[in-house]
C-alpha cells in the first residue's frame, strides 16, 4: 500500500487477555518505530527496528510487552497480561534509509483494556 | 538523555492573529522535524529542518531551526481555524539512526 497500515484500528480487550498489534510499513523503510499515546498527551517511544540490526528495545515500559519484525516487512508488537493502564493509541511509522527524512505514520491501534 | 520541551502546551488565539510555538531541545542536534495531529488522526508531517539556520514555509506556517541554540520556532501567521490541532516537534538523536524523542505537543485552538 501507499502508506503505514496499522491493524486492528479499534482493539477492547478485558484486563489479563493478550493482544496482537500489526503494522505493515510503507514498502522499502528499513526503519520501523512503535510509539504508544495515551490520551491527550504526547508520544512514548516503546522500539525501533532498523533492517536486520539489533532492536532498540529501550522504551517498552515492561516485559510484558515485546515486538518482532521479520526482515524489512510486518512488525507486531504483543502486550501479555494487558492491564488498564496499556489503554492508548499504538502508533507504528516507517522511514525510508538515509534517517534523515521523516517518520510516516499509521493511524494507529486504539486500545481499551476493561 | 534527549528531552524535548514545548511552549505553550496549549494556545487560544484568535483568527487574524500571529504566534510563535517554541521547541528547545537538550542536546545539539541538527534534525528536526514538526507534525501536525488533528483530533482522534495520526501524526502529519509538516517540516524536516536539517541543518542550522533551515527555514520552510508552508502557508501560513514557517519553521526555523537554530541549532546552537537548541531552539526550533513554529510561526503562525494570520491563523485561521483550520490550523486548530496539536503541534509536535521531534528531534533526532545524533550521529544515529535512532528514534525521533518528541515535545509534548502544543495545542492550538483559533478562534472566530
Known amino acids: 500500500g501507499a502508506g503505514v497500515s496499522q491493524s486492528p484500528s479499534n482493539k477492547v480487550t478485558e484486563k489479563g487477555k493478550d493482544v496482537e498489534l500489526r503494522c505493515d510499513p510503507i514498502s522499502g523503510h528499513t526503519a520501523l518505530y512503535w510509539y504508544r499515546q495515551r490520551l491527550g498527551q504526547g508520544l512514548e517511544f516503546l522500539i525501533y527496528f532498523q533492517g536486520n540490526s539489533a532492536p532498540d528495545k529501550s522504551g517498552l515500559p515492561s516485559d510484558r510487552f515485546s515486538a518482532e519484525r521479520t526482515g524489512e516487512s510486518v512488525s507486531t508488537l504483543t502486550i501479555q497480561r494487558t492491564q488498564q493502564e496499556d489503554s492508548a493509541v499504538y502508533l507504528c511509522?516507517?522511514?525510508?534509509?538515509?534517517?534523515?527524512?521523516?517518520?510516516?505514520f499509521g493511524e494507529g491501534s486504539r486500545l481499551t483494556v476493561l | 538523555e534527549l528531552k524535548v520541551e514545548q511552549n505553550p502546551l496549549f494556545l487560544s488565539m484568535q483568527e487574524g492573529k500571529n504566534y510563535t510555538i517554541y521547541c528547545n531541545y537538550s542536546?545539539?542536534?541538527?534534525?528536526l522535524y514538526w507534525y501536525r495531529q488533528d483530533p482522534g488522526k495520526s501524526l502529519e508531517s509538516l517540516f524536516v529542518l536539517l541543518s542550522n539556520g533551515a527555514v520552510k514555509q508552508e502557508g501560513r506556517l514557517m519553521a526555523s531551526l537554530d541549532t546552537k541554540a537548541r531552539l526550533s520556532t513554529l510561526h503562525i501567521t494570520a491563523a485561521v481555524h483550520d490550523l486548530s490541532a496539536t503541534y509536535f516537534c521531534?528531534?533526532?538523536?545524533?550521529?544515529?539512526?535512532?528514534?525521533?524523542?518528541f515535545g509534548t505537543g502544543t495545542r492550538l485552538q483559533v478562534t472566530l
Open positions: 511509522a516507517s522511514r525510508e534509509t538515509g534517517f534523515t527524512g521523516e517518520l510516516f
Open positions: 542536546t545539539t542536534s541538527d534534525r
Open positions: 521531534a528531534v533526532d538523536k545524533p550521529g544515529t539512526a535512532s528514534k525521533l524523542t
